[in-house]
Nanobody
Framework: QVQLVESGGGLVQAGGSLRLSCAAS????????MAWFRQAPEKEREFVAAISSGGGSTRYADSVKGRFTISRDNAKNTVYLQMNSLKPEDTAVYYC???????????????????WGKGTLVTVSS
């Protein structure tokens, strides 16, 4: 059974930084594009960032562009999300996602994800 396990969430003040990690197991990691989504209370789950299977291409939501960086280490089956200059509106549960194949990153949406992690909570205080 495929597992995606997020870690690194927590409480941080506005302007601070956090680094999320997602360790994948029981899947052929280099065959999957990886992404991060987030869901704030009473809001729909939204796309944050994605990275291609080989790591050569990335895509970001406009709301995080220039502040967040997605990366991956295929040798460790792990994807990361470095979050800088955090804002209170970044508060949400952050989910790791995996999508098999090599389709363009702009087609990664909630419905196209094959596997989800259980999420890690990020809280940004003002």
């Amino acid at each position: 059974q495929v597992q995606l396990v997020e870690s690194g969430g927590g409480l941080v003040q506005a302007g601070g930084s956090l680094r999320l990690s997602c360790a994948a197991s029981r899947l052929t990691f280099p065959s999957y594009a990886m992404a991060w989504f987030r869901q704030a209370p009473e809001k729909e789950r939204e796309f944050v960032a994605a990275i291609s299977s080989g790591g050569g291409s990335t895509r970001y939501a406009d709301s995080v562009k220039g502040r967040f960086t997605i990366s991956r280490d295929n040798a460790k089956n792990t994807v990361y999300l470095q979050m800088n200059s955090l804002k209170p509106e970044d508060t949400a549960v952050y989910y790791c996602a995996a999508r098999r194949g090599f389709r363009p990153l702009d087609t990664i949406v909630v419905k196209s994800v094959d596997y989800w992690g259980k999420g890690t909570l990020v809280t940004v205080s003002s």
